[in-house]
């Protein structure tokens, strides 16, 4: 294995370790979207530091 291989393959290793975790990070900030809102229906989850139209999140 040559030396530009190896090279090619470790950087594209890493930019594939990023998106994963931009993807996985992507998902767990739907689903704590999606049960905050659940809380926030059955009245469990009441804030008062933020507004409605989640222009702090």
Excluded: C, P, W
């Amino acid at each position: 294995m040559s030396e530009t291989t190896l090279f090619l393959l470790i950087i594209l290793f890493i930019v594939f370790i990023i998106y994963a975790v931009h993807a996985y990070d992507r998902k767990l900030v739907k689903r704590i979207n999606d049960h905050e809102e659940k809380l926030e229906k059955k009245g469990i989850l009441k804030r008062h530091y933020y507004k409605k139209d989640n222009e702090n999140r």
